[in-house]
T-cell receptor
Framework: GAVVSQHPSWVICKSGTSVKIECRSL??????MFWYRQFPKQSLMLMATSNEGSKATYEQGVEKDKFLINHASLTLSTLTVTSAHPEDSSFYICSAPRQGPTDTQYFGPGTRLTVL | AQSVSQHNHHVILSEAASLELGCNYSYGGTVNLFWYVQYPGQHLQLLLK??????LVKGIKGFEAEFIKSKFSFNLRKPSVQWSDTAEYFCAVKGSNNDMRFGAGTRLTVKP
Protein backbone atom coordinates (compact mmCIF):
# COMPACT_ATOMS: atom_id res chain seq x y z
CA GLY A 1 0.00 0.00 0.00
CA ALA A 2 0.90 3.63 -0.20
CA VAL A 3 3.30 4.93 2.37
CA VAL A 4 4.26 8.40 3.41
CA SER A 5 7.45 8.83 5.37
CA GLN A 6 8.81 11.69 7.45
CA HIS A 7 12.30 12.48 8.56
CA PRO A 8 13.37 12.97 11.22
CA SER A 9 10.90 11.27 13.53
CA TRP A 10 11.98 13.53 16.37
CA VAL A 11 14.31 16.49 16.76
CA ILE A 12 15.48 18.66 19.62
CA CYS A 13 16.94 22.04 18.82
CA LYS A 14 17.96 25.23 20.51
CA SER A 15 15.85 28.34 20.38
CA GLY A 16 16.71 30.47 17.38
CA THR A 17 17.86 27.66 15.12
CA SER A 18 16.08 26.31 12.05
CA VAL A 19 14.83 22.78 11.58
CA LYS A 20 13.93 21.04 8.33
CA ILE A 21 11.38 18.23 8.21
CA GLU A 22 10.99 16.06 5.13
CA CYS A 23 7.86 14.37 3.89
CA ARG A 24 8.09 11.76 1.15
CA SER A 25 5.52 9.75 -0.71
CA LEU A 26 7.24 6.42 -1.24
CA UNK A 27 5.29 4.72 -3.98
CA UNK A 28 3.13 7.36 -5.58
CA UNK A 29 3.49 10.88 -6.85
CA UNK A 30 1.82 13.68 -4.97
CA UNK A 31 1.33 17.07 -6.55
CA UNK A 32 -0.17 18.20 -3.27
CA MET A 33 0.89 17.50 0.27
CA PHE A 34 -0.48 18.86 3.49
CA TRP A 35 1.23 19.89 6.68
CA TYR A 36 -0.56 19.63 10.02
CA ARG A 37 0.41 20.48 13.55
CA GLN A 38 -0.82 18.62 16.59
CA PHE A 39 -0.33 20.00 20.06
CA PRO A 40 -0.42 17.58 22.99
CA LYS A 41 -3.87 16.13 23.61
CA GLN A 42 -5.32 18.22 20.78
CA SER A 43 -6.48 17.62 17.26
CA LEU A 44 -4.58 18.09 14.05
CA MET A 45 -4.72 21.57 12.61
CA LEU A 46 -3.96 22.20 8.97
CA MET A 47 -1.04 24.58 8.58
CA ALA A 48 -0.48 24.74 4.86
CA THR A 49 -0.90 23.06 1.53
CA SER A 50 2.26 22.27 -0.33
CA ASN A 51 1.97 22.44 -4.11
CA GLU A 52 4.57 20.99 -6.45
CA GLY A 53 5.86 23.67 -8.77
CA SER A 54 4.14 26.57 -7.08
CA LYS A 55 3.93 28.42 -3.80
CA ALA A 56 2.42 26.85 -0.75
CA THR A 57 -0.88 28.15 0.54
CA TYR A 58 -1.09 28.83 4.24
CA GLU A 59 -3.99 28.71 6.62
CA GLN A 60 -5.00 31.86 8.40
CA GLY A 61 -2.73 32.62 11.31
CA VAL A 62 0.20 30.55 10.07
CA GLU A 63 3.29 32.65 9.37
CA LYS A 64 4.63 31.77 5.94
CA ASP A 65 8.01 33.32 6.69
CA LYS A 66 8.39 31.18 9.76
CA PHE A 67 7.19 27.90 8.28
CA LEU A 68 8.87 27.64 4.90
CA ILE A 69 7.53 24.98 2.61
CA ASN A 70 9.24 23.69 -0.49
CA HIS A 71 7.70 21.05 -2.71
CA ALA A 72 10.86 20.11 -4.55
CA SER A 73 9.55 17.14 -6.48
CA LEU A 74 6.47 15.00 -6.91
CA THR A 75 7.54 12.84 -3.98
CA LEU A 76 9.11 15.32 -1.58
CA SER A 77 7.90 18.27 0.45
CA THR A 78 9.92 19.96 3.17
CA LEU A 79 8.83 22.11 6.06
CA THR A 80 11.46 24.36 7.61
CA VAL A 81 10.73 25.91 10.96
CA THR A 82 12.89 29.03 10.97
CA SER A 83 14.17 30.68 14.13
CA ALA A 84 12.36 28.14 16.24
CA HIS A 85 11.01 29.07 19.65
CA PRO A 86 9.72 26.86 22.47
CA GLU A 87 6.13 27.59 21.46
CA ASP A 88 6.86 25.90 18.13
CA SER A 89 7.35 22.62 19.95
CA SER A 90 4.72 20.32 18.56
CA PHE A 91 4.03 17.23 16.52
CA TYR A 92 4.20 17.95 12.80
CA ILE A 93 2.42 15.57 10.45
CA CYS A 94 2.28 15.54 6.69
CA SER A 95 -0.15 13.82 4.42
CA ALA A 96 -0.48 13.18 0.72
CA PRO A 97 -3.64 12.34 -1.15
CA ARG A 98 -3.45 9.64 -3.74
CA GLN A 99 -5.62 10.84 -6.57
CA GLY A 100 -8.01 8.33 -8.00
CA PRO A 101 -11.44 6.85 -7.42
CA THR A 102 -10.80 6.13 -3.77
CA ASP A 103 -9.13 9.48 -3.18
CA THR A 104 -7.39 8.18 -0.09
CA GLN A 105 -5.08 10.40 1.87
CA TYR A 106 -2.08 8.90 3.58
CA PHE A 107 -0.47 10.31 6.66
CA GLY A 108 3.14 10.28 7.65
CA PRO A 109 4.23 9.06 11.09
CA GLY A 110 4.88 12.59 12.29
CA THR A 111 7.88 14.51 13.57
CA ARG A 112 8.10 15.58 17.17
CA LEU A 113 9.89 18.91 17.48
CA THR A 114 11.12 20.09 20.84
CA VAL A 115 12.65 23.56 21.03
CA LEU A 116 14.68 24.25 24.14
CA ALA B 1 -16.53 25.53 4.95
CA GLN B 2 -16.67 21.92 5.92
CA SER B 3 -16.06 21.09 9.55
CA VAL B 4 -16.78 18.34 12.04
CA SER B 5 -17.37 18.34 15.75
CA GLN B 6 -16.90 15.62 18.29
CA HIS B 7 -18.72 16.06 21.56
CA ASN B 8 -17.22 13.26 23.59
CA HIS B 9 -13.78 14.27 24.81
CA HIS B 10 -13.03 11.22 26.92
CA VAL B 11 -14.93 7.97 27.03
CA ILE B 12 -14.17 5.23 29.52
CA LEU B 13 -15.57 1.76 28.95
CA SER B 14 -15.06 -1.72 30.26
CA GLU B 15 -14.08 -4.50 27.90
CA ALA B 16 -16.98 -5.99 25.95
CA ALA B 17 -19.04 -2.82 26.30
CA SER B 18 -20.52 -1.27 23.19
CA LEU B 19 -19.09 1.92 21.82
CA GLU B 20 -20.60 4.87 20.02
CA LEU B 21 -18.62 8.04 19.39
CA GLY B 22 -20.44 11.05 18.07
CA CYS B 23 -19.44 13.10 15.05
CA ASN B 24 -21.46 15.86 13.44
CA TYR B 25 -20.56 17.65 10.24
CA SER B 26 -21.55 21.13 9.25
CA TYR B 27 -21.65 21.18 5.48
CA GLY B 28 -24.94 20.51 3.73
CA GLY B 29 -23.57 19.48 0.36
CA THR B 30 -21.64 16.41 -0.68
CA VAL B 31 -19.29 15.32 2.06
CA ASN B 32 -16.52 12.80 2.34
CA LEU B 33 -16.23 11.66 5.94
CA PHE B 34 -13.56 9.68 7.73
CA TRP B 35 -12.71 8.16 11.06
CA TYR B 36 -9.07 7.86 12.05
CA VAL B 37 -7.50 6.21 15.07
CA GLN B 38 -4.25 7.18 16.73
CA TYR B 39 -2.83 4.62 19.12
CA PRO B 40 -0.44 5.91 21.78
CA GLY B 41 2.84 6.87 20.17
CA GLN B 42 1.72 5.90 16.69
CA HIS B 43 0.57 7.73 13.60
CA LEU B 44 -2.93 8.13 12.28
CA GLN B 45 -4.60 5.11 10.77
CA LEU B 46 -7.72 5.15 8.66
CA LEU B 47 -10.56 3.16 10.23
CA LEU B 48 -13.20 3.80 7.60
CA LYS B 49 -14.52 6.35 5.17
CA UNK B 50 -17.75 7.38 3.52
CA UNK B 51 -17.98 8.92 0.07
CA UNK B 52 -21.39 7.81 -1.17
CA UNK B 53 -23.68 4.79 -1.41
CA UNK B 54 -24.55 2.59 1.54
CA UNK B 55 -24.72 4.88 4.58
CA LEU B 56 -23.56 2.07 6.85
CA VAL B 57 -19.84 1.80 6.41
CA LYS B 58 -17.79 -1.06 7.76
CA GLY B 59 -14.15 -0.50 8.57
CA ILE B 60 -11.23 -2.34 10.01
CA LYS B 61 -11.03 -3.93 13.46
CA GLY B 62 -14.79 -4.37 13.74
CA PHE B 63 -15.65 -0.67 13.57
CA GLU B 64 -18.55 0.72 11.61
CA ALA B 65 -20.12 4.12 11.12
CA GLU B 66 -23.49 5.29 9.90
CA PHE B 67 -23.97 8.37 7.76
CA ILE B 68 -27.29 9.99 8.66
CA LYS B 69 -27.81 12.96 6.40
CA SER B 70 -30.89 14.23 8.23
CA LYS B 71 -28.92 14.45 11.44
CA PHE B 72 -25.63 15.60 9.90
CA SER B 73 -24.05 12.76 11.81
CA PHE B 74 -21.41 10.11 11.18
CA ASN B 75 -21.12 8.23 14.46
CA LEU B 76 -18.57 5.52 15.00
CA ARG B 77 -19.68 2.25 16.57
CA LYS B 78 -18.26 -1.02 17.76
CA PRO B 79 -20.42 -3.67 19.44
CA SER B 80 -17.78 -4.95 21.84
CA VAL B 81 -14.59 -3.04 22.63
CA GLN B 82 -11.29 -4.52 23.64
CA TRP B 83 -8.50 -3.17 25.79
CA SER B 84 -6.44 -2.74 22.62
CA ASP B 85 -8.98 -0.22 21.32
CA THR B 86 -7.65 2.32 23.81
CA ALA B 87 -6.65 5.22 21.58
CA GLU B 88 -7.59 8.65 20.30
CA TYR B 89 -10.29 8.71 17.64
CA PHE B 90 -10.67 11.52 15.15
CA CYS B 91 -13.56 12.25 12.86
CA ALA B 92 -12.63 14.20 9.74
CA VAL B 93 -14.17 15.68 6.63
CA LYS B 94 -12.43 16.30 3.36
CA GLY B 95 -12.16 19.98 2.57
CA SER B 96 -12.68 21.62 -0.78
CA ASN B 97 -8.93 21.72 -1.29
CA ASN B 98 -8.62 17.97 -0.65
CA ASP B 99 -7.22 18.66 2.80
CA MET B 100 -8.65 17.06 5.93
CA ARG B 101 -10.53 18.93 8.64
CA PHE B 102 -10.39 17.11 11.93
CA GLY B 103 -12.61 17.12 14.96
CA ALA B 104 -11.15 17.67 18.40
CA GLY B 105 -10.79 13.96 18.95
CA THR B 106 -12.19 11.54 21.50
CA ARG B 107 -9.94 9.69 23.86
CA LEU B 108 -11.17 6.18 24.47
CA THR B 109 -9.96 4.27 27.52
CA VAL B 110 -10.97 0.64 27.76
CA LYS B 111 -10.52 -0.92 31.16
CA PRO B 112 -9.55 -4.60 31.17
Amino acid sequence: GAVVSQHPSWVICKSGTSVKIECRSLDFQATTMFWYRQFPKQSLMLMATSNEGSKATYEQGVEKDKFLINHASLTLSTLTVTSAHPEDSSFYICSAPRQGPTDTQYFGPGTRLTVL
Amino acid sequence: AQSVSQHNHHVILSEAASLELGCNYSYGGTVNLFWYVQYPGQHLQLLLKYFSGDPLVKGIKGFEAEFIKSKFSFNLRKPSVQWSDTAEYFCAVKGSNNDMRFGAGTRLTVKP
